[in-house]
């Protein structure tokens, strides 16, 4: 009985020093703040996959986006993030020279993305990998001949969604939940044209992300100067 006694104490004893060990330990996260509004533009690579004509190229283009990202642990080891961006994909057609025939085909997207981004090193915090799906919708589409013309391209033919799966790589800069620079692939499993049924969107982007407030603060600038 006097040995069960002791061990309860002792048991009892080493919770209470555990409970102010656990009260006084501050966890200090990588970041500097745990959810962040962000711009984010760079360059695109768009092209097609999956697509028996080897007649078809990529071409380069642009992608803007606005972001907001919220850290989803303690540790700030994993993020949710949602965006709302804008892009220019298509493809491009090979040995043109004719100035009329058809050099580029070009859409236009609203991209709604939404992913998880991870931080799987321990040294390196600002590192991450990422992955979730995105929804886009088509409101454009044009053609740019090879003597430079651009032509708008009807609906028809042309599919309004895309669905797709993105990949994301990336490294914050300064500890800042919304500055850094990123490589992401966007890999489509929606048709685009009806008469090419088997071939699907493939999208490399480098962009560059930085916070949303620094943007507004540019525009608002930008609205004081006069344009002549």
Request: proline residues 5%; charged residues 20%.
């Amino acid at each position: 009985m006097k040995q069960i006694v002791l061990f309860l104490f002792a048991l009892v004893c080493s919770f209470s020093v555990l409970a102010q060990e656990t009260e006084t330990y501050e966890y200090e996260p990588h970041f500097k703040q745990d959810d962040a509004i962000y711009a984010r533009v760079g360059l695109s690579r768009p092209g097609l996959r999956a697509n028996a004509n080897h007649n078809i190229a990529r071409i380069t283009s642009y992608n803007f986006a606005f972001g907001y990202s919220r850290s989803l642990t303690y540790k700030g080891d994993v993020s949710l993030n949602g965006e709302l961006g804008f892009s220019r994909q298509g493809f491009a057609f090979k040995d043109v020279t004719d100035p009329a025939d058809p050099k580029e085909i070009r859409l236009h997207y609203v991209n709604i993305p939404v992913y998880l981004k991870y931080y799987p090193h321990p040294t390196i915090k600002s590192f991450y990998v990422g992955a979730g799906p995105q929804l886009g919708i088509r409101t454009s589409a044009d053609m740019k001949t090879q003597g430079g013309g651009v032509l708008q391209i009807s609906d028809e033919g042309l599919e309004d969604l895309d669905l797709s799966l993105i990949g994301v790589a990336g490294m914050h800069i300064t500890r800042q939940l919304n500055m850094g620079v990123e490589v992401r692939y966007q890999h489509s499993f929606s048709k685009v044209i009806t008469f090419m049924p088997e071939a699907r969107q493939s999208v490399v982007q480098v962009s560059f992300f930085f916070p949303g407030e620094a943007l507004l603060q540019f525009m608002q600038l930008f609205a004081y100067i006069p344009i002549f």
